[in-house]
């Protein structure tokens, strides 16, 4: 395919035999039904999410640059069976590691520029979480003003690390020009965050949740990420029971609440580059976090089959309308009947995503949070 040719010189062929052990796929398994990278590159035009990879790791102070991290991903992801017949998925294989960690960083937010500008979604199997930056990267050369969504136990903006990884969110919301509208944190685990850092936050108008609030009432987060374009997710937010390769903290979310935030992503309609950061498998058990990404991979194709059925807001007839008034200011409601998921009105008549539970504070004449935080940041 000649118009994909020029990226495939930033990207090495996946090793299909070596992944499968020589054994093969069976029928209806991901790895005998997906687009692979490895005798010839192949049409990624026909693939709805491709996958990358990029092992790079110097940016936590490892010169590991191989592409062992992605590789175990993608032996386990394989296995599995594919129940999205909607959905199709090509593997572009692994980022050719460049003489610095600029240049790789560099490659990665081309190839990722390339895909999602012919309609692509690009999932980065990584790597160090600061590969986050070629996420951004790839649409502030465009120019384009995005909303991000990370989900991590730290926030990453420790200024006394040596180590890129510990700072990159520091570049990333306030480097000029930025083109961030709006970041959300999902899943901070307070007793590693300084209070000051959080308040550094609320000033700027972000919004970070910590663990307990996710775990509460993780439906809430669905409407946090459907507006986002850019979605990250470090494995340190996972409970090291749940993730072997976690060693930050005993606790975390779960399996399963991984999975529904994954999903959840893939349910957007605006999301279209997904990283998922900081396995390493070297300190993996029985290879049950590399079992668990596959399986969050997994729910994200799930999350983007079924955001297929969603309406446009412009379809009225998927929608019931609810008009209801609170503090004196009246709005309007919309709940889709496909996916029975949320919309309100802001004063300037465009829609943003929210929660039932936003309706029924509004219906008690109460402002929702969500709205007001909206009208903050203008």
Not at 62 to 78: K, N
Not at 295 to 323: C, I, N, P, Q, T
Request: overall charge negative.
């Amino acid at each position: 395919m000649p118009r994909n040719l020029h990226i495939s010189d930033f990207l090495e062929p996946v090793n299909l035999h070596e992944l499968s052990q020589d054994e093969g796929y069976k029928d209806g398994q991901v790895g005998k039904l997906i687009a692979v990278h490895d005798d010839y590159f192949p049409d990624l035009f026909e693939a709805d999410i491709v996958l990358v990879g990029c092992g790079e790791q110097r940016g936590i102070g490892r010169d590991s640059r191989d592409h062992a991290a992605p590789d175990a991903i993608r032996q386990q992801f394989y296995q599995l069976f594919w129940w999205h017949a909607d959905t199709r998925l090509a593997d572009a294989g692994n980022i050719r590691s460049g003489a610095s960690l600029a240049d790789t960083q560099a490659a990665l937010k081309t190839v990722i520029m390339e895909l999602t500008a012919i309609g692509k979604t690009v999932v980065i199997l990584g790597g160090s979480h600061d590969l986050t930056l070629s996420q951004y990267y790839s649409y502030s050369d465009r120019k384009q003003i995005v909303e991000a969504t990370c989900v991590d136990a730290l926030i990453d903006l420790d200024m006394n690390s040596l180590h890129r990884n510990d700072n990159f969110l520091m570049e990333m919301l306030t480097g000029e020009p930025n083109y961030i509208r709006h970041y959300s944190h999902i899943a901070f685990q307070s007793y590693y965050v300084h209070p000051h850092m959080l308040e550094t936050m609320d000033k700027l108008r972000f919004d970070c949740f910590r663990l307990g609030t996710v775990r509460e009432s993780i439906e809430e987060m669905e409407p946090v990420i459907r507006n986002s374009s850019l979605f990250s997710f470090d494995i340190s937010a996972i409970a090291n029971a749940y993730s072997p390769a976690s060693l930050l903290s005993p606790n975390g979310l779960n399996g399963e609440e991984a999975c529904i935030l994954m999903r959840y992503a893939g349910l957007s309609n605006h999301v279209n580059t997904v990283g998922i950061y900081g396995y390493m498998p070297s300190k993996d058990k029985d290879h049950l976090t590399a079992k668990q990404i596959s399986h969050m991979l997994w729910y994200l194709v799930d999350g983007k089959s079924r955001s297929r059925r969603e309406a446009s807001l412009h379809e009225k007839d998927f929608f019931l309308e609810y008009h209801t008034a609170f503090a004196e200011v009246e709005t309007v409601f919309l709940q889709s009947k496909r996916t029975n998921r949320w919309w309100m009105q802001l004063p300037d008549k465009k829609f943003i995503a929210c929660s039932y539970k936003d309706y029924l504070v509004a219906s008690n004449n109460e402002i929702p949070e969500r709205w007001l935080r909206a009208q903050e940041r203008g």
